[in-house]
């Protein structure tokens, strides 16, 4: 009786356990198109790289096309911060304390 009480109640512990898991670390896979998107900033050519230089190539998923924000803002000449789940652009919402560059 006391070792069926045991294993029932580290089967609840497992199962609380990885369900806990499964959904912490929920994700979604999608299909994008990397057709070539070419970014053109006052007529020139712009590749959008990362802060360590790596190129950034945009892509369309959903009939909506993604391209990297703080590339091409800064290509712009516009700020940009994050800040609590929000992107600023071109505003000074974000104080300069709290808020990282995206």
Same mark, same amino acid.
Request: aromatic residues 10%; neutral net charge; hydrophobic residues 45%.
């Given at each position: 009786m006391? /070792?069926?009480?045991?294993?029932? *109640?580290?089967?609840? @512990?497992?199962?609380?356990i !990885?369900?806990?898991? *499964?959904?912490? /670390?929920?994700?979604?896979s999608?299909?994008? /198109?990397?057709g070539?998107?070419? &970014?053109?900033?006052?007529?020139? !050519?712009?590749?959008?790289?990362?802060?360590?230089?790596? &190129?950034i190539e945009?892509?369309?998923?959903?009939?909506?096309? %993604?391209?990297?924000?703080?590339?091409?803002?800064?290509? @712009?000449?516009?700020d940009?911060?994050?800040?609590?789940?929000?992107? %600023? &652009?071109?505003?000074?919402?974000?104080?300069?304390?709290?808020?990282?560059?995206?």
């Amino acid at each position: 009786m006391r /070792n069926s009480v045991k294993w029932f *109640v580290l089967g609840i @512990l497992f199962t609380i356990i !990885l369900g806990t898991t *499964v959904m912490a /670390n929920q994700t979604r896979s999608i299909e994008v /198109n990397f057709g070539g998107i070419r &970014i053109m900033v006052n007529n020139q !050519l712009f590749i959008p790289q990362d802060a360590e230089g790596n &190129i950034i190539e945009p892509f369309i998923w959903n009939g909506v096309t %993604y391209l990297p924000v703080r590339a091409v803002s800064e290509a @712009l000449g516009v700020d940009v911060r994050w800040s609590n789940n929000t992107v %600023y &652009i071109g505003c000074s919402q974000a104080s300069p304390q709290t808020s990282t560059h995206v």
